[in-house]
């Protein structure tokens, strides 16, 4: 698909842009079923790059304390109780520039085949990947990695300068390689203009296969970052986004990621209409608040949506024939 013809997607009149998602999402997904995803950063801050809207890099004085690796018992305990709560996938962050082959690297290994015995989706985002890292991942269960692009390639480096957008593609080429669902997306709000958005999705779209699973994140603004006093994005940016994601990319999960907090459930069930069809739960994400998990069951409850189960979406990666 090219640029031209997502951008026309993304421009058309948001009402009539919704329709049409919502009318795709409903072809291709059960609508009403949200899969609730569970995070946990299994090492905090700290962290040696640059990218402008985190609070765990090390070089911006933000309120993060940083924390040493979990140990894998008590990352154990965490999926065990998130799966108690209703969540079928478990996703372990570790704010890495990259993973080394250490002690580290052999936990993580350690918690990915514990959480797998669990019956639930595996999911780690631990930074660049090398093609036997992914497969050592891969041999312990892990179900999916994410590793987002964040933005369009011209506007990259407006954010991130320490590893570069071909880095990005090369861990997401390393984990597809090694047969792992590769979960990517990104983030609006960081300053970019609209054509940096659709550029985005673009990229997505256009690689080899699209991804399986794609966050959309709205930046968090966090004391202490270059982003910091970033104004929050609308709902009516969001909802472009997921509707344009899912008119393009029509079986992928779109995750309503970071910026949940501040919407009303009004504004997530439009995104939920537009195509979103997963969030994640837990009064944290990574660093930053999340709703509490009482008042999104109360959502699921006013919106009578069904919690979907783990491993419905195995490879189900296509991009848009029709339009
Ligand atoms: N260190 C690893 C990496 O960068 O791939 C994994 C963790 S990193 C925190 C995962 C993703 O969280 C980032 O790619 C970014 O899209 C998102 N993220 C981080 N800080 C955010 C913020 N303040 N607001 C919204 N999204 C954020
Ligand atoms: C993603 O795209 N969003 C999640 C998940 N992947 C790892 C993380 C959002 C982090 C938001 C900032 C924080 O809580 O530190
Ligand atoms: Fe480090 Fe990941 Fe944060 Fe970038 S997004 S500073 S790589 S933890």
Redesign the pocket.
Known sequence: MTFDQIKEIYNRPLLELIYQSSDIHRKNHQAGEVQVCTLLSVKTGG?T?D?A????AARYHTDVKVHKLLDPEDVLNRAKEAKANGSTRFCM????REVRDNRDFDNVLAMVREVNKLDMEVCC???MLSASQAEKLKEAGLTAY???I?TSEEYYDKVITTRTYEDRLETIHNVSKAGISVCSG??IGLGEEEDARIGMIYTLANLPEPPESIPV??????KG?PLENMERVSVWEMLRMIATIRIVVPKAMIRL???RNEMPISEQALCFIAGANSIFAGDKL?T?PNPAFTSDMEMFEILGLQPRVSFKNENKNEVAEVL
């Open positions: 962290c790059e990218c809207y985190c609070p765990q962050g570790a704010a890495w985002t631990l930074g994410n590793h987002n964040d990104g983030i994140n709205a930046l968090v603004p966090v970052t990621s970071a910026g990574l930053t």
